[in-house]
Every structure is written in structure tokens, then in C-alpha cells.
């Protein structure tokens, strides 16, 4: 079942850890759609597409694991957005920010089967840690210690204002932005994200960046209090830590989203707010019209570390 209430206790908790307030990247469960039952499929009709390969990254995606996660696939297109990314299942590959896991559960068992590595980069915690936010990691880290066999070791680090470098220097092939970077800029610490992803990648190592795309033409507000980050911005913070950019993709583009909601992004599935941040939801709040958006618009960028 969708996790609605959860994800906006992580949000709640990312506001507190990042400057109080700001708004920040929502990470929610959306129950996959039940498969028909077996007794109304006629011995007459086609058989379906065969598995994928084992090991591949549409075996991963396909997963029975991801029972819970499936149902946002529609907007997110892990396959197709990790292929542009170009991954490869030997990488050693850092996620940033993974919240709860939604892109773990692909990533961790791709790479375990191939040969690479996962290195998830959580929030920062320590002695006075948000309470919630110190559940989040908890949560993340025992869904994903209890089955080894599947997800394989999953390395855990950190992210935040004081976190040290993300991995060693020049070792990592790959370090992903999912849906993070408005909460880095409300927190003062986007500058500091591509900094400490340029370090940990080896010559050319690959940054992948999925974000809510803002519309262009007005200024860049510097807190991202909407959510919503300008694509240009997006570039000029990646060049300014020595990156090139590589291409652009429409993947995750949404064109209904007109980026003007009463909540900011946290308007859209999969948040759903019906009040302010921090404020109890309002059940007078008409949800349809966000409803029919679907989740946000988003750019879709790869950069390179130079070789």
C-alpha cells in the first residue's frame, strides 16, 4: 500500500535537518497494480513477453521485490533513465539521498549480480540527529542488510553539511541526483554535492541527475522553496565543480505539469500535500486536478568528469 503519511515524515525530517522549513524532495511507496488472476487468462491468448536475462537491469526492475514500488515506474522509467546514464552492472555506483530505498531496490541487486557496488549515501545523523531522521536510516539500512543474497553489501555513508568525502578519491564510476538537489540548495549544500561527487569519481566517471525541472526565464530562486530547479541552473552548478555535460533526455518530462501548485512539488503524487509543510492535511483540499498531473516534470541530465 502507498506510504503517503511516511513519506512526508521524511520530508518533515529534511526540513528540520536543512535549514528548517525549506522544502525538500518527497520519497513515498506507490502499491504496484495486481495481476490478473490466472483463472481469467484463456489457454487461447498469446504468451506474454519472456522473462528478463537474470542479472539484467529489466530483471531488476521486473523484480517481485518491487512489489510495492512498481506502480511509480510509469513516471520514473528506471530502465530507460539508468540506460541514458549508461550504466554497466561492474560499476561501483553511489546513490545519493536514497530515502527509503525506491531506487535501491533496483541498483542493489543489479550491481550485487554483476559484480559492482552500491554505495548509499544517507543523511547525515549524529547525536543531534532528528529523531525521524535517524528512523529513516534505521529503516533503510535493515531493509536492506536482511537479505544479503539478493541486494548484496550495500556500502552505507553519508551526505550532509559536515560529511566527510562520499568514497575514496577517483574510485567510483558512477554517482546518481535522484529528485535531491532542491533540498541540497534550501540547505546551502548543493555546491557542496557536486564537489564531493567530482572527488569520489574516477576520470571519466559519469554524474547522473534527475530533478523537477523549473521553468526558464525568471531567476533561479537559491532555496528552491518550490522544489522546482531551472535546467541552466542545473548545468552552471555541475560546470562550476569541473563537469562537462554530455546530453539531455526527456524521459521523465511530464508537459501537464504547469509547476504553479499551492504546496510547491510536494503538490503532486507521490506527496499529495493538502496543507502547508508541517501542517495537518486538510480533507477539504480538492486532489483531483494534481491527481491528473501525475508526478512532476523532470530534466533528465548526464554529466562526465573529464578523463
Known sequence: ?????????????????????AAVAGL????????????????????GPPPAPEGSLEWAVAGPWRVHDRGRDQWRHPVETLTFFGIEPDMRVIEMWPGVGWYTEILAPYLARGGGQLIAAGFETGPDADPSLIQVMARFEGRFAADRRLYGDVQITAFGPTSGPLAPTGTVDMVLFLRSLHAWMAAGIAEKAFADAYAALKP????????????SGADQDPAAATGYVQEAFVKQLAAEAGFVFVAASEINANPEDTK???FGVDTLPPNGLTAPPGEPADPEFDRSRYDAIGESDRMTLKFRKPE
Not at 571519466?204 to 521553468?215: C, D, I, K, S, Y
Open 260 to 262: 504553479d501548485h499551492p
Open 28 to 47: 513515498t511507496l506507490i502499491s504496484a497494480c495486481g495481476r490478473r488472476d490466472e483463472a481469467e487468462t484463456s489457454s487461447d491468448e498469446p504468451a
Open 204 to 215: 571519466g566517471g559519469v554524474l547522473g541527475v534527475e530533478q523537477h525541472r523549473g521553468a
Open 1 to 21: 500500500m502507498a506510504d503517503r503519511s511516511w513519506n512526508r515524515e521524511i520530508s518533515a525530517s529534511r526540513r528540520r535537518l536543512l535549514l528548517g522549513g
